[in-house]
T-cell receptor, first 114, second 109 residues
Framework: GAGVSQSPRYKVAKRGQDVALRCDPI?????LFWYQQALGQGPEFLTY????????KSGLPSDRFFAERPEGSVSTLKIQRTQQEDSAVYLC????????????FGPGTRLTVT | KNEVEQSPQNLTAQEGEFITINCSYS?????LHWLQQHPGGGIVSLFM???GKKKHGRLIATINIQEKHSSLHITASHPRDSAVYIC???????????FGKGTLLTVNP
């Protein structure tokens, strides 16, 4: 079956532009996660959804970052007024339940802010 | 100090060699995950350990809770094992993982 998909795979934005990154989790997966991975670093947690509820957004680096999952399936991570330090790979993962340790990762969106 | 630290940062091996990647973690982490990341971003979960040892094919993961240390071993390494291996700590939430920086493994034929 289909895995987690993300779009776009690559995004170049000029500083100050708004961007929207999409994640399509595996069908039926309850939990959805967003991570930010800077070059040469491990991923860092951004936010977590259980169905449509955003249960933890403590990792979002500033109020320019906003995530939503209105119908409990597709999620969008929005970054307003992008800055150069936002350049990173944004990874989405899903898992079948909050009890499941195994997270299935998408290929990521590489965001470059110029 | 990072909650999860890996070593080495880079590792080059010849095909067939036995590989060990180490991970140390801080107090409060109750489980350790090992993941594999290939060029281009795709991440695959390999193991989750809270005690003991797990084996899957040529991969073996161990954890020592008292020493707060985990190791990932690859037996009979192969060039297709070349990837970044990442350990991540779980404080019991099942979602809020704290990742190490990763170990870049290159296995030469």
């Amino acid at each position: 079956g289909a895995g987690v998909s993300q779009s776009p795979r690559y995004k170049v934005a000029k500083r100050g532009q708004d961007v929207a990154l999409r994640c399509d989790p595996i069908s039926g997966h309850v939990s959805l996660f967003w991570y930010q991975q800077a070059l040469g670093q491990g991923p860092e947690f951004l936010t977590y959804f259980q169905n449509e509820a955003q249960l933890d957004k403590s990792g979002l680096p500033s109020d320019r970052f906003f995530a939503e999952r209105p119908e409990g399936s597709v999620s969008t991570l929005k970054i307003q007024r992008t800055q150069q330090e936002d350049s990173a790979v944004y990874l989405c993962a899903s898992s079948s339940s909050w009890l499941s340790y195994e997270q299935y990762f998408g290929p990521g969106t590489r965001l470059t802010v110029t | 100090k990072n909650e999860v630290e890996q070593s080495p940062q880079n590792l080059t091996a010849q095909e067939g060699e036995f590989i060990t990647i180490n991970c140390s973690y801080s107090v409060g982490i109750s489980a350790l995950h090992w993941l594999q990341q290939h060029p281009g971003g795709g991440i695959v979960s390999l193991f989750m350990l809270s005690s003991g040892k797990k084996k899957h094919g040529r991969l073996i993961a161990t954890i020592n809770i008292q020493e707060k240390h985990s190791s990932l071993h690859i037996t009979a390494s192969h060039p297709r094992d070349s990837a970044v291996y990442i350990c991540a700590g779980d404080r019991g939430s099942n979602y809020k993982l704290t990742f190490g920086k990763g170990t870049l493994l290159t296995v030469n034929p």
